[in-house]
Structures are given as C-alpha cells and as structure tokens.
C-alpha cells in the first residue's frame, strides 16, 4: 500500500475509532440500565441524559456504517495480495481482521433493523447484539495495536487530491447518515430526517410501539372492573381509577426514549411513586416490581429501582398532553419515570410489588 492511502485509510480508521467506542459505550450504558449488575446504579436525574446516550448509540452506529464502507472500500486491493498467507503473524493479523470486519457487520446490520422495528430473527435481539459487541471492541482493540505503527507514520502525510475527494465524500456520506437519522430526536431536524418515521405521529402526538390490541390488552384495560394492585409488606391496597384520580396530582414534562432511537417528550401527569408508596404503607425509595396487563412477551414487567421510586417525578401516568391516557398508551395508567428507557416505561399496569 502506498504512503497516500495508508493515510486516506487511517483517517477513516481513527473516525471509526471514535463513532465505535461512544456507540460503544452508549449500549453498555443501556444494557446495564436494562440488566443491572448489582455495582450498577443509574441516576434518576437529569431527566434527558438517556435520551441523549441512547440518541448518540443510534447515531453514532448509523455514522459508522458509510465509514465502515469507505474504509473497506480503500483497503480492498489488499483482498488481492499474493500470497494470501505470508507468515503466522500476517496469518493472524487477517483472521484477525476477519472476526473484527464479521462482527462489526453484524453490530452494525442487526442495528440498524432494530432501528427500523424490522426483526427478522428468531434469537432474542439485545442478547446477541451484547455479546458480539464485546467481540467487535476486542477485536477492534487488537486491530488498532498491530496498525498503530501505520497510523502513527500516516497521519503527518497530506494526501493527493483525488485521496482528498474521497475522503471528502465519505465525511459528506457519514453527516447525511446522522442528519438522516438524528430527526428521530432532534426535533428541529425533522423536515430534513428520512429515518425518524416515527416521531410526531400516534395518538396523542405520541409514536407507539405496541398498540392495546396487539398486546391483547383493550378489554381488560377498559373494563370498569379494572383495579391497580399495590403489595407491600403491610398488604394489598387496592385502587378503583376514580380512586387513583383523587389522589393528589404531580405533572411534569418528560421524556419517552426508546431504545430503538427515537424519542420525544410529553406533558404527563398522574400519581408520583413516592405519594403512591406513602399512600399504601410503604416509603419512598423502596424498590418496586411493576406488572401489565399484558401477560406475553418482555416487556409485562419491570423493576423501578431505589432512586426512581425516591424521585417526585416518577409517576403513575394517568393523562398525557392534558387528555385522558389513549389506550394504546397504556390506560388506565403507566410508568413514566425520569431518565429511562422506553421498554422500561410499563403500559396498562394492573400491580405493582415492592420488593
Ligand atoms: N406493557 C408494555 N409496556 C410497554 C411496551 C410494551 O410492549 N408493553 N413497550 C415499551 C416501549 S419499547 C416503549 S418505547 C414505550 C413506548 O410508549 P408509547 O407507546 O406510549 O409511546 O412503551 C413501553 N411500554
Ligand atoms: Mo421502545
């Protein structure tokens, strides 16, 4: 490879560098938040950081993919060298590169579908998604080890114009790829943003991911029988709707932010967890197990930690955007907790259980 387009390459290596480790580090933050180990704790406030992180995996994952292709693109006549293997080391260094370009792609792909609400897998997505991006980190670690020499002698070499160019079009290609996808929660970005179908629509102004009907949920949430459960050690409480409306009222503007990407924030009002907990017995910052009406599936039940049934703000929704809840966005009420994920918000809750 001549000098030139080693530098052309560990240019858009040194890019790939920082787009793979903030989307890197942006999913273990939202595995974690999803699957705690116990030395993991995720603050309640401000209520946007998730948002914002989330926001910057999709992004910056999406940015990697024109890189991704860039970078592949100018280092391909190396695919043609002969011989294909010169030495152990030269052996390794391309099986080395094969893990790595496999796994990024699989990252990457599976990614960018899950984006789309596209799951044409039968494996259960984030385990998968996680794991092999442990594979792609260390092999990207390794990647970087053996090439810093390169990159060390490339980086004070000016390219030639056409090297220029190219590298020219690959950051134009990677901006369009951000812009393209950054409307799905930045909302000034949205007239321009060909991916983020999502927000701005649903009932309520609101996108929804999974509908009343879909969770098999309509009868049982509208039903006037419907009663919210409320275990602690002291018993059960439970409460009618009208029960729960005469409590005292919190709002507060907050945001939803799926995981997928998209977010945006409502005006939401209902019952704070710590009233709710006082009410029934318990106290505020006592960890709570909350229960759906929906039964299937993964997303029937989630876990409020300490900090979140501490904070005002965590609420038992019952309006959103000064209306009744819409069914499909969980009626009679629903989660909706400052700073976490989307799948973490729990719709048509029937229980919730301290724990
Ligand atoms: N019971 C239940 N709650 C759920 C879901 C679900 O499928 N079932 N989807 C979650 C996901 S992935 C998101 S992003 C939010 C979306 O809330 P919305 O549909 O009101 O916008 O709800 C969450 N709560
Ligand atoms: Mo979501």
């Known amino acids: 490879m001549n000098a030139t387009s080693e530098r052309v390459t560990s240019q858009i290596g040194l890019a790939l560098a920082v787009t793979f480790t903030l989307c890197f580090v942006t999913g273990l933050i939202s595995h974690f938040i999803q699957h705690p180990p116990s030395w993991f704790g995720w603050p309640s406030r401000p209520v946007w950081l998730y948002r914002v992180t989330q926001g910057t995996h999709v992004i910056s994952g ?7 292709l860039a970078k592949l693109w100018s280092v391909y006549p190396k695919l043609f060298e002969r011989p294909v293997i010169r030495s152990l080391p030269h052996a390794l260094e391309r099986l080395s590169i094969l893990v790595l370009s496999a796994a990024v792609f699989f990252e990457l792909t599976t990614g960018l579908f899950n984006v789309a609400q596209n799951y044409p897998w039968t494996f259960y997505f984030p385990q998968l998604h996680y794991a092999l991006a442990w594979v792609a980190i260390g092999s990207i670690l390794v990647h970087i080890a053996v090439k810093l020499p390169i990159v060390r002698r490339s980086v004070t070499l000016a390219p030639e114009p056409s090297r220029r160019a ?33 927000s701005g629509k649903g009932p309520q102004g609101l996108p929804v991911n999974r509908t009343a009907a879909a969770a098999g949920v309509l009868d049982m949430a509208k039903d006037p029988d419907w009663r919210l459960s409320v275990v602690t050690p002291k018993g059960t409480k439970t409460y009618s709707l009208d029960e729960l409306r005469a409590l005292p009222r919190t709002s507060a503007e907050l945001p939803i932010a799926c995981v997928e990407g998209w977010s945006q924030s409502a005006r939401w009002s209902g019952v704070s967890l710590p009233e709710l ?29 300490a900090e979140h049934t501490a904070d005002d703000l965590t609420l038992l929704a019952l309006e959103l955007n000064g209306e009744v809840l819409d069914a499909d966005h969980g009626f009679p009420c629903r989660i909706i907790a400052p700073n976490r994920p989307g799948v973490l918000q729990t719709k048509w809750v029937t229980r919730l259980e301290t724990r």
């Open 166 to 198: 190219f590298l020219r079009t690959t950051w134009l290609a990677a901006g369009v790829a951000v812009v393209a996808t950054a409307g799905a929660t930045v909302p000034v970005l949205r007239p321009v943003s060909g991916l983020s179908w999502r």
């Open 62 to 68: 999406i940015a990697s993919i024109p890189l991704l």
């Open 277 to 305: 907990l006082r009410h029934a017995g318990s106290a505020p910052g006592t960890p709570v197990r909350v229960f759906s009406l929906e039964k299937a599936g993964p997303y029937g039940i989630s876990d409020l930690p």
